[in-house]
């Protein structure tokens, strides 16, 4: 099962609170750097799509287009 939106980002807060801290020791940092540059990527990738179904609008003839925001 994927993961969702919001279990990453809290996932990425918890990481960014204990980096924070200054507690964690350097491998584990480091583990925990990467670890949170996957959610990041992944975060942004579930936002990208949710952008793009969002501008999609159905037209007059039930037709899916891209939104423009000057015709709005």
Sequence with gaps: ME???ENALNELEQ???ELESGEVELDEAINKYTEAMQLVKFCSEKLNNATKKVNEILTMDNELKEFDETEA
């Design 3 to 5: 993961k969702s939106f």
């Design 15 to 17: 990481i960014v609170k």
